[in-house]
């Protein structure tokens, strides 16, 4: 009996080796002045986030296990205080553990992906142990995002069930990997479709509940694609048609096969990726952005005096329901903590969501007057995750403040000085050198971008300040 044939199915598999075969050609050609600023700009932005995660104590202790059978000296750097380099997949995987955790790393607006956090890690580690340019990274950081953020589009989850650094981090990693060492693309249709097959099915509530794996998802994930890249030259891949039957077939994803290669080469997903200056999750930062309008037209009012916090938003904003997290993570993933520390502290930094605060008690009994409600009438993208934040107080009286679209996106982009104090604030204490060395990358120092991607890291983690400066 003749087996039907699906061609949606058939449409995905060749527009995957499509968007591959331009990704092959589009290493070969100089980056347009914005991509390369927009790569730049993540590089420096992920870099940072890394340091800033090193600083964790469980992150501490999973970087040392990883390194404790690793080849020391040889490869590639961990972006941490007194690490020594090691072999690629462990300075790879070290950082990959540091990267999201403390949700300060760029992620994609136009889906929902993290296309440096699941390409960076990899591609820093390749690029140090085979001697690339710093112009090389740079263009492998904008088209492994592009290849990464792709298939995120062309496979949407309907409903938030497996979060996207379980399903994406391989096929990432994957590409980065590939790219950076020069395949044709036979070969990296080969270690993509393979990565894909292993992706994870970490379910998304995982992150909301807190469990900490979440963040090891990523180091996993560096690690899979790496060594999915390294099979694809011995011939051990995946099928053309592996990630439509991976994200259709087992996870149950729509499929929209153009979006593989719609004006590709044209519009670039760098030019889509969001920055953050909240240390929580980003459906959450309108409603900080609103808490922070009414602190500042409180007068002579007092936060004490606060009776009741609504918070209208998406349906992404209202998942977000945690209100006693047991966890930084779960603080992170919780609504009634990002806006009760923001109303308690002035600020969702990363000092808004320590340990310290899960058990804070004013910040616990503001948690409690969190009610959750839809945002009604929700406008079309980019103003698709508004919050309207309206305050009751004990005596009757209300204030209200609405953010239509938080700042970060490419519809209201943070200005390169914000930008580089984040990651002042994130590495410079770690590591001084970073930062001014990363704002001359960002700026296009002719200088730098023939220069070894080595000698650049080896002058950036020069001269480690002490833990105790």
């Known amino acids: 009996m003749a087996v039907e044939k699906n061609p949606v199915r058939a449409l995905a598999a060749s527009n995957a080796r499509l968007m591959i075969d331009w990704a092959v050609a589009a290493l070969a050609k100089p980056l347009p002045e914005p991509v390369r600023l927009r790569a730049a700009t993540i590089l420096a932005d992920d870099i940072g986030a890394m340091v800033a995660g090193s600083l964790e104590p469980q992150v501490m202790r999973a970087q040392q296990g990883l390194l404790q059978g690793a080849a020391a000296g040889v490869e590639a750097s961990v972006f941490a205080r007194n690490l020594p380099r090691v072999d690629k997949y462990s300075a790879a995987s070290a950082n990959g553990m540091s990267i999201t955790w403390c949700e300060l790393d760029e992620g994609f607006r136009n889906a929902s992906c993290h296309g440096g956090a699941y390409t960076i890690p990899v591609l820093l580690a390749e690029a140090e142990a085979r001697g690339?340019?710093?112009?090389?990274?740079?263009?492998?950081?904008?088209?492994?995002?592009?290849?990464?953020?792709?298939?995120?589009?062309?496979?949407p989850f309907p409903v938030f069930n497996v979060h996207p650094h379980a399903a994406f981090a391989t096929i990432g990693a994957a590409s980065a990997a590939a790219l950076m060492r020069g395949y044709d693309a036979p070969t990296m249709h080969a270690a993509v479709t393979g990565a894909a097959s292993m992706s994870f099915a970490g379910p998304f509530d995982t992150a909301v509940e807190?469990?900490?794996?979440?963040?090891?998802?990523?180091?996993?994930?560096?690690?899979?694609g790496m060594r999915a890249a390294d099979w694809a030259l011995g011939g051990i891949g995946g099928g053309a048609d592996t990630p439509y039957d991976v994200f259709v077939g087992s996870f149950h994803t729509n499929a929209r096969p153009a979006a593989l290669i719609d004006d590709l080469g044209t519009v670039w997903s760098v030019a889509n990726g969001y920055h953050k200056i909240f240390a929580c999750c980003a459906y959450a930062h309108s409603a900080v952005e609103a808490t922070l309008d009414l602190l500042g037209r409180m007068q002579q009012r007092k936060v004490d005096e606060i009776a009741e916090i609504v918070v209208e938003t998406g349906p992404s904003g209202c998942a977000l329901t945690t209100v006693d997290p047991q966890t930084v993570l779960a603080a992170k993933f919780s609504m009634p903590h990002a806006v009760a520390a923001t109303t308690r502290m002035g600020t969702a930094g990363a000092r808004a969501f320590t340990y310290d605060t899960l058990y804070d008690a004013g910040i616990a009994a503001m948690r409690r007057r969190v009610r959750m409600a839809p945002f009604k009438d929700l406008p079309p993208f980019p103003n698709d995750r508004p919050a309207r934040v309206t305050w009751r107080f004990a005596d009757g009286a209300e204030m209200t403040a609405v953010c239509e679209s938080a700042r970060g996106g490419a519809n209201q982009p943070f200005e390169l000085p914000t930008l580089l104090a984040k990651l002042n604030d994130n590495a410079g204490g770690v590591f001084p050198a970073l930062p001014p060395l990363m704002a001359a990358i960002i700026n296009g120092d002719a200088a730098l971008a023939a220069r070894p991607w080595r000698d650049v890291v080896a002058e950036m983690l020069r001269n480690p300040l002490p833990a105790t400066a």
């Not at 710093?134 to 062309?154: G, K, S």
């Not at 900490?212 to 180091?219: D, H, M, Q, S």
Request: aromatic share 12%.
């Open 132 to 155: 690339a340019t710093l112009e090389q990274v740079l263009r492998v950081v904008a088209i492994a995002y592009e290849v990464t953020t792709r298939f995120a589009l062309a496979y």
């Open 210 to 224: 807190g469990s900490l794996v979440r963040n090891g998802w990523t180091a996993a994930g560096n690690w899979v």
